[in-house]
């Protein structure tokens, strides 16, 4: 796992929490899992599917009735992300504040990542 002992690998907003929560309800999913793959024009794409079985190896962040889990290769990627949840007169969707994000397409569907290395020298040094 990749974190700092007593702190949680993402956060989520009031507007994420009943987002997810109402996911959770609507057909008895046990929650989100949040994952990232390659694609998109920057490289990388956040993936979100539902979990009817949490899986050993994710990390798993439970706040006020919201349950994300964080898929194993994801893991360091994700860490210090909030999750937010917003709604406007053209879309609604999540939007992640990454801290480990380098660069975005103009889309914002793709994201490209910081070095490996820079990222754990960030970690460490917290």
């Known amino acids: 796992m990749f974190g700092i002992p007593g702190?949680?690998?993402v956060t989520m907003t009031p507007a994420a929490i009943k987002q997810i929560a109402r996911l959770m309800d609507?057909?008895?999913?046990?929650?989100l899992r949040i994952g990232v793959k390659k694609g998109?024009?920057?490289?990388?794409e956040y993936t979100m599917d539902y979990v009817d079985d949490?899986?050993?190896?994710?990390?798993?962040?439970?706040?006020?009735?919201?349950?994300?889990?964080?898929?194993p290769m994801a893991q360091m990627f994700l860490f210090g992300t909030e999750i937010d949840y917003e709604v406007s007169l053209l879309e609604s969707g999540f939007k992640f504040t990454n801290p480990n994000v380098e660069d975005a397409?103009?889309?914002g569907e793709s994201i490209k990542f910081k070095d490996v290395e820079e990222m754990t020298a960030e970690r460490d040094a917290t």
């Not at 998109?40 to 990388?44: E, F, I, R, T, V």
């Open 105 to 107: 397409c103009g889309c």
């Open 54 to 71: 949490v899986d050993p190896h994710d990390e798993v962040v439970e706040q006020d009735g919201a349950r994300v889990m964080i898929a």
């Open 7 to 9: 702190k949680q690998a």
């Open 40 to 44: 998109g024009c920057a490289g990388m």
């Open 26 to 31: 609507k057909d008895g999913h046990q929650g």
